[in-house]
């Protein structure tokens, strides 16, 4: 049974009409076009007295630390990458949850805020964060990271390790997935019938994100579509899915599929939650960043 706060939530979306950014192609140019102005949201003035920040710009790329302030921090390094449909930025929301990972668990964790569509594609954005696992590795003196990503993020992050196998790097030690939006064409059957129980995600926006973001390559691409690719190979797997999100239904599937090809599948599904409910302020969020940490642990 969905907590009161998950379902306060919810409603405070439909009530602030948050799935319009989705409902159409002119409100995803509109949206493009808003969030630019505005610029991605920044670590608080509380994260900055509470955590060891750093900041760095790396090929035009910003890319922020987080690591506990005491000497004492976990040895554990974790790669994450944010969610946003790859056309909106970093939110106030991905600082809270990473910051509590920080606070609770002790990990350093790089944030980079990759290139976006559309003046960005993913061509682009996924040499960009191959770069950047391989930049961080070297400056950590690590063989491999953890890598974690939310909704495009988690999308991106399974185009990352592909992008590593391809070029016969090491891949991430472990992987967290969390609600990840694996197939951009958003033509599974059943979204049609769920989309209006879903009240943050509009298929018809979402496409044409989908499309500003890949670029010259075909919307079925791996990197693109991560769901098309080859899952054989990949590390350790904690997936988290929402029955109350048009993205279930293909996270089902690829967790089904990365089963089938050998690789440890962990599937947390969220029975009435909406999208990305692991990094809400709500009960079953907290929940979550417990079995993030027990995965992050478990697996490297």
Not at 134 to 161: I, P
Not at 204 to 232: F, I, N, T, W
Request: with cysteine.
């Amino acid at each position: 049974m969905p907590s009161l706060q998950s379902h306060l939530v919810a409603g405070l979306l439909r009530l602030t009409r948050r799935k319009r950014i989705y409902s159409s192609v002119q409100h995803v140019r509109d949206g493009v076009a808003q969030v630019r102005q505005q610029g991605p949201a920044r670590p608080s003035a509380r994260m900055l007295q509470r955590l060891a920040v750093q900041h760095e710009v790396v090929d035009g790329i910003e890319v922020y630390r987080l690591a506990p302030r005491t000497p004492a921090a976990s040895a554990r390094h974790v790669l994450y990458l944010h969610g946003g449909a790859y056309i909106r930025p970093i939110t106030v929301h991905h600082w809270r949850f990473l910051q509590a990972l920080v606070e609770a668990e002790g990990y350093t964790i790089t944030v980079p805020l990759y290139p976006l569509a559309p003046e960005a594609t993913c061509s682009r954005a996924v040499a960009a964060m191959v770069d950047c696992y391989q930049r961080t590795c070297a400056a950590e003196n690590l063989a491999s990271l953890g890598v974690m990503g939310d909704s495009a993020g988690g999308g991106l992050a399974l185009a990352l390790c592909y992008a590593l196998r391809e070029r016969g790097l090491a891949l991430p030690s472990k992987l967290v997935l969390i609600c990840p939006w694996l197939d951009v064409r958003m033509n599974h059957p059943a979204i049609a019938a769920h989309e209006q129980d879903d009240p943050m995600l509009a298929a018809l926006g979402l496409k044409e994100a989908g499309r500003l973001y890949a670029g010259d390559l075909p919307m079925d691409h791996p990197y693109v579509s991560p769901l098309q690719g080859d899952l054989a190979g990949l590390p350790p797997l904690l997936i988290f899915a929402g029955t109350r999100d048009i993205a279930c239904h293909d996270e089902l599937l690829f967790a089904d599929a990365a089963r089938a090809a050998g690789v440890p599948v962990e599937l947390q599904v969220g029975d009435g939650l909406i999208h990305v409910w692991p990094i809400l302020p709500i009960p079953e969020g907290k929940a979550a960043r417990q079995l993030i940490a027990r995965h992050l642990r478990e697996n490297g």
